[in-house]
């Protein structure tokens, strides 16, 4: 049998650009899908005011191009999302990736053909392909979670999702504003709202922490410095679990005398970004530790918010980096300002969306527009929109009822020939993505060539790895206090979904370890025929 392609790519975001690169440059040929108009993926989607990314635009950016790390130019310490988009449209420019992306596409089926070890790949613009492998470039936080409050549909204002935002933008001057919401997305996007809007109300259900950016344009010095060294910065990203160059330190939080841990804090604080957490070694692993840093920034918070009653209800009781650390620009001093309000739907939630606005705790409360920053269905739900059958046409959604299960993040038993970049099992959404990703890429691309080299057609992992995989994959989310919390890792977002921590928190390097050595032990865990 003749196939179409030997690789259908899903999605055009970092991750699958990139696999359409690698795959080319080892003589495959290769079809992306890409459901938006353009390449950007994450970037393309969330353009809502003040997204931003919360790694440092000299990192997160692509490595395995030298040529490219040099001539891109960053103009700040934390790229926007519109600079994130020009950077994502110069590698598709300059690796003349658009020819082989199919864009307004969205794949809808993917079947294994057991006779032949090829999918069939089916979108909704009725196109039905034929390829040897299928690469899922999906995204992490790609799925857009509205939730089912009751009478959203009655609302008679515009409504917004931060993950799925106008393209032509929108302009809140003059108006009423209600955002559902104090994630990352709401983080970002509350002060920007605020500059414009006459008003604006948030619904809060859980209080989040937030790390100051102090963003500001980058000093061309810092720049020069960094691109002389970019090698060893990146090797050195390699060895932190995050796979961020950044300093940790290694001590603990309790067995440190206060002032000087309160010195650490503060230098942190100052200096801003997730880099807060690497304040002491055992943030995530010793509730009492834990309690020091959260308290510093309930500290904090009082100091910024001139309302005590307003500071105790913005003041998160959790653990802080349980739900992942949010990073901002003038989030807590927002709420000083008279034309914001917050409102707590975290003890009784929202009633009913009614025609000019939402009811909670029995008030009405009335705005013009409504935000909804109410984050996505992360990991497994970009994959299960997709009707995936592997063996016997099982599906993915029968597969993954009790939660994903995959070996590496990067495979799965009984879907052969069928790889995930960034997959639950990965350590991705941990870590700085785009390392990540190039990691991904590399280890799937090199895989296929193995495959193809051996005169195969196919490759599947074995139930007994996978299994082996989930089991080590759960036994470091125990190990850590990050599980223990209701949050998007865990799926608790999602009413229904199975409570399982997804991604790998077993840090970056101890993740490539793995991967190579099963490489080296002649793809261990994998049947290939
Ligand atoms: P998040 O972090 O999942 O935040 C979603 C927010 O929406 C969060 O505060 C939720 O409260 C809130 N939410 C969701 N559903 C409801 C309902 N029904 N009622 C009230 N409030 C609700 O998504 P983001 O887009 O902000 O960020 C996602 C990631 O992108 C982020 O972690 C970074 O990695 C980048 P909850 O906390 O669940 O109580």
């Known amino acids: ?298 500290g904090k918070i009082r100091e910024i918010v001139k309302d005590p009653e307003l500071a105790a209800r913005l003041s998160p009781r959790n653990i802080i980096g349980c739900k992942r650390l949010c990073v901002d620009t003038g989030y807590w001093a927002t709420y000083n300002q008279p034309h914001v309000s917050l409102v707590d739907v975290g003890d009784t939630p929202i009633e009913r969306i009614t025609a000019g606005g939402l009811r909670a705790n029995g008030k009405d409360y009335r705005f013009d527009c409504l935000v909804l920053a109410t984050g996505f269905d992360a990991m497994t739900g970009a994959l299960l929109r997709i009707d995936i059958r592997g063996r016997g046409g099982r599906s993915l959604q029968e597969k993954w009822t009790e939660g994903p299960k995959t070996y590496l993040g990067l495979t799965m038993a009984g879907f052969p020939n069928l790889f995930t970049i960034t997959g639950p099992g990965s350590p991705s959404v941990l870590t700085n993505m785009l390392p990540s990703i190039e990691q991904h890429v590399e280890w799937i691309a090199d895989c296929i060539e193995h495959v193809r080299s051996r005169g195969a057609t196919l490759i599947e992992a074995s139930r007994d790895a996978e299994e082996a995989w989930v089991g080590h994959v759960g036994e470091a989310a125990g190990a850590t206090l990050r599980s223990s919390c209701s949050s998007w890792y865990v799926g608790a977002n999602i009413p229904g979904k199975p409570r399982v921590f997804m991604p790998y928190i077993g840090g970056l390097p101890a993740y490539i370890e793995r991967c190579e050595a099963v490489v080296k032990a002649g793809y261990e865990g994998f049947a290939i025929v």
């Open 1 to 298: 049998m003749s196939l179409d392609f030997d690789a259908v790519v899903i999605g055009a975001g970092f991750g699958g650009m990139y696999m359409l690169h690698r795959l080319r440059l080892k003589g495959f040929k290769v079809r992306v899908f890409e459901t938006g108009k353009g390449v950007g993926g994450t970037w393309y989607w969330n353009r809502y005011p003040g997204a931003r990314c919360d790694v440092e635009s000299v990192q997160y950016s692509y490595q395995f191009s030298p040529e490219l790390q040099q001539e891109w130019e960053w103009t700040e310490r934390y790229a926007t999302q519109p600079e994130i988009l020009r950077y994502a449209n110069h590698v598709a420019d300059r690796f003349d990736l658009r020819r082989d992306i199919k864009f307004e596409t969205r794949i809808t089926r993917a079947t294994f053909d057991e006779a032949a070890h090829a999918w069939t790949v089916e979108t909704d613009k009725g196109d039905r392909v034929t390829a040897r492998f299928v690469v899922t470039a999906l995204g992490c936080l790609s799925s857009p979670n509205t939730p089912k409050i009751p009478g959203l549909a009655d609302f008679k204002g515009p409504t917004y999702h931060t993950g799925n935002w106008p393209h032509e933008g929108v302009d809140f001057t003059a108006k009423t504003v209600g955002v559902i919401g104090t994630g990352s997305s709401a983080i970002q996007s509350i002060p920007m709202i605020a500059k414009q809007a006459r008003h604006v109300t948030v619904f809060q259900r859980t209080a989040n922490y937030t790390i100051p950016a102090h963003n500001g344009p980058l000093d061309p010095d810092y720049v020069r410095e960094v691109k002389a060294n970019y090698p060893a910065m990146r090797k050195r990203a390699k060895t932190m679990p995050a796979g961020i160059d950044l300093r940790v330190n290694m001590a603990s939080a309790v067995e440190t005398p206060e002032a000087e841990r309160l010195r650490e804090y503060q230098g942190r604080w100052d200096y801003g970004g997730l880099g807060f957490m690497a304040s002491f070694s055992d943030l995530l692993l010793n509730d009492e530790s834990n309690r020091t840093a959260a308290e510093f920034v309930r």
